[in-house]
């Protein structure tokens, strides 16, 4: 089982709609959550952390679940622009520190 | 403010010829620093890191080999270019404390002919 694993997708969604996307965690040791936004060919930058009480940041609401290990993002009314690769990332601290990145979830929004 | 500054952004090598990409991290002090590759089209996979000046950690067997020669500069490097080393290389260095994000360098994009 992979640790960090998420839905490839593709997401294809019209302008406006709203999309979320679950990522799940196989390691209950892991400290600390993100999410990060890829372009194509592009390198990924951080989009949000995300927090036990669940945060906020726009259009973008990221929350996590430690019980069941999931994190999940959720776009509201999609632009054209939010159109990438969404990458969930995981933080372990397991006698040593160590950053797990999902492989990604592709979103197209369109017109 | 941290920068991470990585180089070239694209390089087009024969197969046996040698390579070095070289990164380097302004505005902080004794970062993780990464190396990782991503084939077209898949996630990011992980082939070294290093938590200090020649302190270099391996995470999957391959033609390449990385050094940290100073404290905020890593180093990837093969002696001879294989076709299957094409593909999109990126340096990151991870923030020290709780939450430990990690940011990117532009990514130099190898093709290897």
Redesign the interface.
């Known amino acids: 089982r992979k640790e960090v694993e998420q839905d490839p997708g593709p997401f294809n969604v019209p302008e406006g709609a709203t999309v979320a996307f679950n990522c799940t965690y196989s390691n209950s040791a892991s ?2 959550f ?1 999410w ?1 936004r890829q372009d194509c ?6 989009l949000m ?1 995300v927090y036990s009480s669940g945060n906020e940041d726009g259009r973008f609401t990221a929350q996590l679940n430690r019980a069941s290990q999931y994190i999940s993002l959720l776009i509201r009314d999609s632009k054209l622009s939010d159109s990438a690769t969404y ?1 969930c ?1 995981v ?1 372990l601290n397991t006698g ?2 160590k ?1 797990i ?4 979830t592709r979103l197209f929004v369109k017109a | 403010s941290q920068t991470i500054h990585q180089w070239p952004a694209t390089l087009v090598q024969p197969v046996g010829s040698p390579l070095s990409l070289e990164c380097t991290v302004e505005g902080t002090s004794n970062p993780n620093l990464y190396w990782y590759r991503q084939a077209a089209g898949r996630g990011l996979q992980l082939l070294f890191y290093s938590v200090g000046i020649g302190q270099i950690s391996s995470e999957v067997p391959q033609n390449l080999s990385a050094s940290r020669p100073q404290d905020r500069q890593f180093i990837l490097s093969s002696k001879k270019l294989l076709l299957s080393d094409s593909g999109f290389y990126l340096c990151a260095w991870t923030a020290l404390g709780v939450r430990g994000e990690t940011f990117f360098g532009q990514g130099t994009r190898l093709t290897v002919v």
């Open positions: 400290q600390s993100f990060y060919r592009k390198e990924p930058k951080l952390s990458l990332v933080n040593g520190f950053t990145f999902g492989a990604g």
